[in-house]
């Protein structure tokens, strides 16, 4: 009897994991959301979006795959900003901020030293859970109404020793060439977004 307890939990569990991990589709709109930046001053996602779109990546202050990233993603915000397409990250993480939603002091001057995009703090991982975000770096890329063109990696080599597939530039290329995406999603990898507990 325990253990069919047990699996019938299991399942159950499973379930509301994938349902909680669908999020938005591609198609989809993202609609508009307030979150506060660093300084604890709220920005809107309509404010901050660029004339072609905007580009939102889930990042984290000590997730060693963001690490390994962030040079490249600085690199494709400067790129793609002077083409009109806005890079906002936003940092999900419980334990990267304070119970207020401020980040942690540490956290704060890693983002000033590090990025040249501005980042949000979402507290209490709700617009993570709004959108299905899961892991650290993980893009969201959307169009100038807020439609989701592409979800998932930034490109397939977290070290960049042998980047064969330039994901997110390569949409970012075709949306701005007024094609259709092509490919729409890839296989976010990382750190797992440090949930807070409900």
């Given at each position: 009897m325990m253990k069919k307890f047990t699996f019938i939990l299991t399942v159950l569990m499973a379930m509301a994991v994938a349902v909680s991990a669908q999020g938005v589709a591609i198609g989809e709109k993202i609609e508009n959301f307030s979150l506060a930046n660093t300084e604890g001053v709220t920005k809107t996602f309509n404010e901050m979006k660029g004339k072609n779109g905007a580009v939102i990546m889930f990042v984290s202050s000590q997730c060693p795959v963001v690490k390994d990233y962030n040079?490249?993603?600085?690199?494709?915000?400067?790129?793609?900003?002077?083409?009109?397409?806005?890079?906002?990250?936003?940092?999900?993480?419980?334990?990267e901020m304070d119970a207020t939603g401020?980040?942690?002091?540490?956290?704060?001057?890693?983002?000033?030293a590090t990025y040249q995009f501005p980042v949000l703090m979402d507290k209490g991982n709700?617009?993570?859970?709004?959108?299905g975000a899961t892991v650290t770096p993980?893009?969201?890329f959307v169009d100038a109404s807020g439609m989701l063109l592409y979800h998932g990696a930034i490109d397939n080599d977290k070290k960049a020793l042998n980047i064969t597939n330039n994901y997110l530039r390569d949409a970012f290329d075709l949306a701005l060439a007024g094609k259709p995406v092509a490919k729409t999603r890839a296989a976010a990898f990382g750190c797992s977004v440090k949930r807070a507990t409900k």
């Open positions: 040079e490249r993603m600085n690199q494709i915000a400067a790129d793609y900003g002077a083409k009109g397409i806005a890079f906002i990250g936003i940092n999900s993480n419980a334990t401020r980040p942690a002091d540490w956290v704060a001057k890693h983002i000033a709700v617009f993570a859970d709004r959108v993980e893009a969201y």
